[in-house]
Nanobody, 116 residues
Framework: QVQLVESGGGLVQPGGSLRLSCAAS????????MSWYRQAPGKERELVAS????????NYADSVKGRFTISRENAKNTVYLQMNSLKPEDTAVYYC?????????WGQGTQVTVSS
């Protein structure tokens, strides 16, 4: 059974930083690409960043390029999202996702609030 557990969210001032973690279990983590998505109130869920299985290639939404970094530690079955220079518009629930066996599995999400 696939399980994804996000952590690391919280309240941060504009310009601040947070690092999100997503601990995975129930599948061979090192064989799959992983993604971070976010959903703000009243908006659709959007892709933030993705990383290939070995971590050699990454992809980012234009809105976070140069500020966010996705990484992974396959030995720990964990994917990270380092978020710097946070803006109020980054406020959202952040989810990690894996696509395998023709379906997507999601974590429960972690709230990130950027406010002064």
């Amino acid at each position: 059974q696939v399980q994804l557990v996000e952590s690391g969210g919280g309240l941060v001032q504009p310009g601040g930083s947070l690092r999100l973690s997503c601990a995975a279990s129930g599948f061979t983590f090192s064989s799959y690409a992983m993604s971070w998505y976010r959903q703000a109130p009243g908006k659709e869920r959007e892709l933030v960043a993705s990383i290939t299985s070995a971590g050699r290639s990454t992809n980012y939404a234009d809105s976070v390029k140069g500020r966010f970094t996705i990484s992974r530690e396959n030995a720990k079955n964990t994917v990270y999202l380092q978020m710097n220079s946070l803006k109020p518009e980054d406020t959202a629930v952040y989810y990690c996702k894996v696509f395998r066996a023709y379906s997507s599995s999601w974590g429960q999400g972690t709230q990130v609030t950027v406010s002064s």
